[in-house]
């Protein structure tokens, strides 16, 4: 079937469709109604952290605006709600103190996604780590096991009456690896010894978050979400294949092996046996959890190639812009296949119950021309995507689900509001929404 007769209809009555998104990056009310400071919301404040210095405390305004947001997915046809809540609104300082205006707040969510036959999903932690638990070493501290345990706790009672679908973390690899070795997302730690013990807690906290909700939540549907990319050598040369095979352990499969009680990938990236500093008795069991479901979030491929210059790893990402392929704003190669090999390599774990591609997009750089959004590259992107996950899908991997990155434009991280990924574009200025060409197509694909 050619792509562009593709529709939903094609995947069955259950396969779930739906919109990402994050706190940080939509909801603004940085410092309103009692909310805490984040390591974000730090992190956001220092010189040289963020493209043209680009500040988060309004972002899309959501706080004050979900309702006219809901009204739009509506709209559009979109059934499914993913947003994560943000732990400084919840609990200031990370711990003790409920903030009772930040419970209304996603309850006011809830109802208005339910109001509108919306199904919410909620993902516990999306990076922004409250300020004051990193004054005390963040995910670095072993304590983050108790920490998370309130708050997952906290979360759990306040709204798991009518919220039926949770993720405890979203791509650890990235908020580890990013946050706490290559010192480019917040808190802007570098090093191994901050990178280690931060994965090794961060498995622990995936599984005790698990645990947590299924013991509190009994009817509820859990799942954690990873990044992945497919990943090959840049040459067919020796030196390059073993690099790409240490690259895909430490991208692909360092989150995902202990949950599924597979321990850690050592033997293709030696300098993981260093985590067993932090390992302690029963840990390795501690960290396993059987979830209902896997997010998968998939935007591109990686080429590796090998460096002698690389310490540990001794393998480097080759970018895109130096491959002469198509690419995305952010210098992401496009290539749809990458989606379908990574379901096919996660549904090759038996241990893994269901796959759900919880995110998947593109950034562009969209204009508005009269009153119009003609975003036909995105358009193109999702289509070329979604008909390898229905490819996917036809061979009988185990796919069940698809979620667009993103509804709106948004603030994407460091690279601030530059890097548009929204169904939805959205005038910082006046935080005027305008449904671009992608949207428009994504809700005739629904309606089908
Ligand atoms: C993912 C993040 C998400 C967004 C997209 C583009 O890594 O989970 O918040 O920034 O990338």
């Known amino acids: 079937m050619a792509k562009s007769e593709l529709n939903a ?24 109604h009692g909310k805490g400071t984040s390591i974000w919301d730090t992190f956001t404040k220092k010189r040289n952290a963020i493209r043209n210095y680009d500040q988060a405390d309004i972002a899309c305004d959501f706080y004050h605006r979900y309702e006219e947001d809901i009204i739009l997915m509506k709209s559009m046809n979109i059934k499914n709600f993913r947003f994560s809540i943000s732990w400084t609104r919840i609990l200031p300082t990370g711990t003790g103190t409920v903030n009772e205006k930040g419970i209304s707040f996603y309850n006011n969510v809830i109802s208005c996604c339910l109001k509108h036959g919306i199904e919410p999903w909620i993902t516990l932690y999306h990076w922004d780590l409250p300020q004051a638990l990193e004054d005390k070493g963040g995910w670095t501290n072993r304590e983050i096991l108790d920490w998370f345990t309130e708050f997952t706790t906290v979360c759990a009672k306040a709204f ?64 954690t979400t990873f990044s992945c990319s497919q990943i090959t050598a840049y040459k067919n040369n ?18 995902i092996e202990p949950t599924l009680g597979l321990g850690y990938p050592i033997n293709d990236v030696p300098v993981l046996k260093r985590l067993k500093a932090f390992i302690k008795p029963g840990d390795m069991e501690r960290c396993t959890f059987n979830f209902d479901f896997i997010g998968l979030q998939n935007y591109t491929r990686e080429k590796i190639t090998h460096s002698f210059f690389v ?119 006046t935080l005027k929404r305008t449904l671009k060409a992608s949207g428009k197509w994504f809700a005739r694909f629904l309606k089908e």
């Open 9 to 32: 209809s094609h995947f069955g009555q259950d396969f779930i469709w739906g919109v990402s998104t994050a706190a940080f990056q939509i909801e603004g009310a940085s410092y309103s």
């Open 160 to 223: 798991g009456s009518r919220v039926k679908y949770w993720m405890v973390l979203n791509e650890p690899m990235v908020f580890t690896g990013a946050g706490y070795f290559l010192g480019v997302h917040a808190p802007g730690k570098k090093r191994l010894r901050n990178f280690l013990p931060a994965v090794h807690h961060a498995v622990l906290c995936q599984a005790e978050g698990g645990r947590i909700l299924r013991r509190l939540l009994p009817h509820a549907k859990i799942g």
């Open 238 to 255: 020796k030196r390059d294949i073993k690099a790409a095979k240490k690259a895909d352990a430490l991208l692909n499969r360092l989150f």
């Open 311 to 429: 310490p540990y790893l001794k393998a480097k990402i080759v970018k895109a812009s130096k491959r002469n392929v198509n690419t995305t704003l952010m210098d992401w190669e496009v290539y749809p296949p990458s989606i379908y090999h990574m379901v096919e390599k996660f549904s090759a774990y038996s241990q893994i119950n269901k796959i759900i591609i919880t995110e998947n997009g593109a950034a562009f750089k969209d204009e508005i021309k009269n009153g119009e959004v003609d975003d036909q590259h995105r358009l193109n992107f999702l289509q070329e995507y979604i008909a390898q996950v229905y490819k996917a899908k036809q061979e009988g991997l185990n796919v069940h689900g698809y979620f667009v990155w993103t509804l709106t434009d948004n603030f994407e991280w460091a690279e601030g509001y530059h890097a548009r990924f929204g169904l939805i574009h959205i005038d910082f200025k």
